[in-house]
């Protein structure tokens, strides 16, 4: 959110920008304003938006980008929230939704402290702002939906597949978190599934093999049966960069296949 709102304010020449996500509160879903860039006061930090209220709550409410060019004289929204604005001094603003999936998950606010239009431009950049966010949070969802499975009881062989192919979805996103708590959590969930796969005889490890994270990303989708194109495409990587890992991980474990390349991961505990 800080990243987006910082290039919102690049992007647009907007000395302002702010804005939150959405909370569930029940029966009401409701914005708070965790995020500030380029604000001389604290009066927006930590107000609380409901949907159809002020400017954000309209655009909250109709899933769509609105503005106003005076704040306080518009007639078009409501003015709860005319305080905290006029603290900081804000007059043109301009507020665009994060959409989900159909679904407003919080908004991107950009102001002037004069009462000028705002233009396609400004709104063009607010719009790409917003999307950043949507994709993450779009990544953010698919990982905590791939922990939630990883966690899931094993039983059986036909689960070991499931585990496996949760394995390689989640190093396959790894890269792309921003968040490195949430980063590290996924990265620990992939190394309990590796050695969840030893519980059984344990497998000869006296000369263990040193991967690096992208080999053994690249040999998890090889694992869940990716073609080296699909493995580019999943990993954000070139083709020809995607063959050079997965030699280099071949050589490291004396493999001349990638079969045998994925049997040998398993064997050293890299895969499950």
């Known amino acids: 959110m800080q990243a987006a709102l910082s ?3 690049r992007t647009t020449g907007l000395p302002v920008a702010f804005g939150g996500l959405l909370s569930d ?4 879903r409701r914005l708070r304003i965790a995020e500030l860039s380029g604000a001389a006061t604290r009066a927006l930090h930590g107000l609380v938006i409901t949907a159809g209220s002020g400017l954000g709550g309209k655009s909250m409410a109709l899933s769509r980008p ?8 518009s007639r ?10 006029a603290a900081e001094g804000l007059r043109a603003v301009l507020a665009v939704p994060v959409v989900v999936r159909h679904k407003v998950r919080g908004v ?3 102001a002037l402290r004069e009462a000028l239009p705002l233009g396609d431009r400004a709104l063009n950049a607010a719009m790409a702002a917003a999307r950043d966010v949507e994709q993450s949070l779009v990544v953010r969802d698919e990982v905590h939906r791939l922990l939630t499975a990883a966690r899931e009881p094993v039983a059986g062989p036909g689960a070991w597949e499931l585990v496996r192919g949760a394995h390689s979805e989640l190093r396959a996103l790894a890269p792309r978190i921003v968040d490195p708590a949430l980063r590290g959590e996924l990265l620990s969930v992939c190394g309990r599934l590796a050695a969840a796969a030893g519980d059984g005889p344990a497998p000869q490890r006296e000369h ?3 991967l690096t994270p992208r080999e053994v990303d690249v040999l998890a989708c090889v694992a869940a049966g990716s073609t080296n194109a699909v493995a580019a495409q999943r990993l954000g990587l070139r083709p020809e960069t995607v063959k050079g890992y997965l030699r280099s991980a071949m050589r490291k474990l004396g493999a001349r296949t990638r079969l045998e390349a994925v049997v ?9």
């Open 7 to 9: 290039r919102m304010r």
């Open 25 to 28: 509160d029940g029966h009401n």
């Open 66 to 73: 609105c503005a106003v060019t005076d704040y306080h004289s």
């Open 76 to 85: 078009h929204i409501s003015h709860e929230y005319d305080v905290a604005v």
């Open 108 to 110: 991107l606010y950009a």
């Open 208 to 210: 263990q093999v040193a």
């Open 264 to 272: 040998a991961a398993r064997r050293a505990g890299l895969l499950p």
